[in-house]
């Protein structure tokens, strides 16, 4: 009599490898993300790109459009483009730059900034889904998204963000064992791994060699 195959052998056999069946959860997201973004904007007159120029200049201040290309991982025609639209729609203003009186900054106006905050929350939805996530959960996935996004800056296919990760006044895992393991030396304090920032306003760029020393440390850690 012929034997049965052991429990869960034929899906061993018939089942892509967990690495692909994760980046395609996450295009399913990015595919989320693109479809709100685009209603959200729309739905206020905006294209994506004005609404993600008007939350990130929210966020950073004032920036030369060849900064906020950058930042935003777009073309410097496009942004400019956009960036033309919302000055005629008076949602943000040219200024000179004060380093530099041949160039330009772009700012938020004060109608601008209100509708800025309801581009900047969009988001939301996101987090909810995220709330489904055990506290547990939720730490391991941000650490696993936190060198997902170093190795993608690595390679050079999203831009640089201001990172714990790349900062100066990082150390990782500077109290091995610890609750907190790192430390910020901005303000001399641990850091667990779930307080690690992606967008601190206070990052210094750190050198090529402390960068790969804190990745390094980073893995190492648990």
């Known amino acids: 009599m012929e034997q049965a195959p052991p429990p869960g052998s034929f899906f061993d056999d018939h089942t892509e490898p967990l690495d692909q069946r994760i980046a395609s959860g996450l295009a399913k997201i990015g595919l989320a993300l693109k479809h ?73 106006t004060a109608r601008g900034r209100r509708e ?44 640089v963000s201001r990172m714990c990760l790349g900062c100066t006044h990082f150390r990782a895992n500077a109290h091995p064992g610890e609750p907190s393991p790192h430390h910020c030396a901005l303000v001399d304090a641990p850091l667990a791994n779930d307080q690690l920032r992606l967008d601190c306003a206070d990052q210094v760029p750190a050198a090529p060699e402390l960068a790969a020393s804190n990745w390094d440390a980073l893995t190492r850690a648990r």
């Open 36 to 108: 709100q973004s685009s209603q959200a904007a729309g739905e206020r007159g905006l294209s994506p790109t004005q609404g993600q120029i008007l939350a990130t200049l929210l966020t950073t201040g004032p920036m030369r459009p060849s900064a906020l290309a950058a930042r935003l991982a777009l073309r410097l025609p496009g942004v400019s483009e956009s960036a033309r639209t919302l000055v005629e729609k008076e949602l943000v203003e040219k200024l000179v730059d004060p380093d530099d009186a041949r160039a330009t900054l772009l700012a938020l």
């Open 116 to 159: 800025a905050k309801r581009a900047a929350g969009w988001p939301d939805f996101l987090a909810t889904a995220v709330e489904a996530l055990e506290p547990d959960e939720q730490a391991t996935f941000y650490r696993g998204l936190l060198k997902m996004i170093r190795t993608l800056q690595e390679r050079e296919q999203i831009p």
